[in-house]
């Protein structure tokens, strides 16, 4: 299969933990026989350096060409203080609106190996297996009115969070989607007793749920749901929530799975033509400044976000379950990067899990 893939290195970290996911996808293609193709564009803090844009035209064109994206992390102290048109973050936001990747996927599972990474208890920890699902093209994000303004002597700032139906429900049927493949029960997260946001989402996902008689459906608050996901995490297999609540709980959950590192993503669109999704694929870590160009960043969430692209963007799910093999035995070997208490570097483990990928029939 022809496999044309756009490269987002991005900030900080981004860039080492691209080069190794990179590295595993060309394993990937020599040991089953793909053609791949990349491409490298420039997002982020480095994009604002040479082009003065976060998402320069290039990029965004070099993305709707490709099959899949797969990106760093962006994000660099230096552009704190800039106007919100010209931060690293921008970038990333204009990009998934512009891919139309409304359904950010970010599977929290408890690895053996890593349950004492975690500073929850092991009997709560072990067996959580579930994916947020996270909207990832509306709500606060992108709402306006937005800005900050002069009001006599105040200064005031303004956020709007709004959804329609419409992003409601298209995001609620992935949910439902994913749901029919695991444990069949979804749980919607929101902020009802106090919203109108999240009275029209859950009334939206009540509607969707009826398409779906054979997947339970829950609703819980999001206050609550920062609580259960700690207290009993076991509990959950589908939350589905909006884009900020998503943003926040998705850091939680990366403390079930051991270290924020570990975290793959796949942000979907809808399908193309060809019957593939459109496809960002990213870790959910950041791009962690302080620790950039020192070969520490654990690759996990990287490589991880490589076996996601390669099952929701290519269908390739032998390959896709390879990847997380070799995933799953370097953590069994013990070779973890500094956050999991190991001592490998980023480019030991990318490596080690090259070798296990070879190894592997
Ligand atoms: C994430 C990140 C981004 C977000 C930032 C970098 C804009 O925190 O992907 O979770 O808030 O979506
Ligand atoms: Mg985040």
Redesign the pocket.
């Known amino acids: 299969m022809q496999l044309n893939v756009l490269i987002l290195p991005g900030d900080g970290i981004g860039a080492e933990v691209t080069r190794e996911a990179v590295k595993v996808l060309q394993q990937v293609a020599i040991k089953f026989h793909h053609q791949l193709s990349l491409t490298e564009g420039l997002l982020g803090g480095v994009a604002i350096h040479k082009t003065g844009t976060p998402l320069p035209q290039e990029t965004i064109d070099l993305a709707l060409q490709a099959d899949a994206t797969l990106m760093g ?3 660099l102290p230096e552009f704190d203080q800039a106007p919100p048109e010209k931060r ?2 921008k970038g ?2 204009g990009i ?1 609106k512009v891919l139309g990747v409304y359904a ?1 996927l ?1 599977p929290v599972r408890s690895y053996k190996a890593l349950l004492d990474s975690s500073p929850l208890k092991n009997h709560l920890v072990d067996g959580t297996d579930m994916i947020i699902v ?1 909207e ?1 093209t509306g709500g606060i ?1 992108y709402g306006t009115p937005r800005g900050i303004h002069q009001d006599g002597n105040e200064t005031r700032a303004i956020n709007t969070m709004t959804y329609s139906s419409s992003e409601i429900a298209r995001v609620s049927r992935m949910a439902f989607h994913l749901a029919r493949n695991r444990r069949k029960k979804v749980t919607s997260v929101d902020k009802s007793n106090v919203l109108e946001n999240s009275q029209l989402w859950r009334k939206v996902v009540v509607e969707i749920a009826a398409e779906f008689p054979d997947v339970a459906l829950d609703h819980i608050l999001v206050d609550n749901c920062a609580m259960q996901l700690i207290l009993n995490p076991r509990r959950f297999d589908i939350l589905l929530t909006e ?2 609540f ?2 926040i709980l ?2 939680e959950g990366a403390v079930l799975a051991g270290s924020i590192g570990m975290l793959p ?1 796949a942000s979907i669109g809808d399908r193309k033509p060809s019957g593939a999704w459109v496809g960002l694929y ?1 870790p ?1 870590h ?2 962690a400044p302080d620790i950039a160009g020192q070969n520490k960043a654990n690759p996990f969430g990287a490589i991880g976000s490589v076996a996601a692209m390669l099952e929701y963007s290519f269908g390739l799910n032998e390959e896709a379950a390879a990847v997380n093999a070799a995933v799953e035995s370097v953590l069994n070997s013990g070779q973890v990067t500094a956050d999991l208490n190991g001592t490998a570097t980023t480019s030991e483990v990318g490596e080690a899990c090259r070798t296990s990928l070879r190894l592997v029939q």
Request: net charge negative; charged share 30%; glycine share 12%.
């Open positions: 992390a962006v994000g690293p973050e990333l936001l998934r950010n970010r996270r990832l994000y884009n900020m998503g943003d998705s850091d993503s990213e959910v950041g791009s």
